[in-house]
Nanobody, 124 residues
Framework: VQLQASGGGLVQAGGSLRLSCAAS????????LGWFRQAPGKEREFVAS????????NYAPSVKGRFTISRDNAKNTWYLQMNSLKPEDTAVYYC??????????????????WGQGTLVTVSS
């Protein structure tokens, strides 16, 4: 399975970006799609996840209410809409796919496949 993340860039504080992650290779009947981020000098942290059905979403407290995760199963693609961006959102964002989680999938170790990362820079 290959995951390709895109959509990062430079944006001013208060602005918006939409990240995309396209999956290719195997197909799966059930999975959880996630986004993580890693800021310079920090550990990679959970941002958001969504089940394959779209029925369950989870968000980190720091992004809840500002970010929205969604998916398009027909396109094997999922998205992270990021609004009201803050300088502290600056990081490399990674998409990930888990075959093992039923719904809540908050930890790096629960994910099986990772994209290459896309850089988001928010200027103040």
């Amino acid at each position: 399975v290959q995951l390709q993340a895109s959509g990062g860039g430079l944006v001013q504080a208060g602005g918006s970006l939409r990240l995309s992650c396209a999956a290719s290779g195997r197909t799966f009947s059930t999975y959880v799609l996630g986004w993580f981020r890693q800021a310079p000098g920090k550990e990679r942290e959970f941002v958001a996840s969504i089940t394959w059905s779209g029925g369950t979403t989870n968000y980190a407290p720091s992004v809840k209410g500002r970010f929205t995760i969604s998916r398009d199963n027909a396109k094997n693609t999922w998205y992270l809409q990021m609004n009201s961006l803050k300088p502290e959102d600056t990081a490399v964002y990674y998409c990930a796919l888990s075959l093992r989680c039923a719904s809540s999938c908050l930890f790096r170790s629960q994910y099986d496949y990772w994209g290459q990362g896309t850089l988001v820079t928010v200027s103040s």
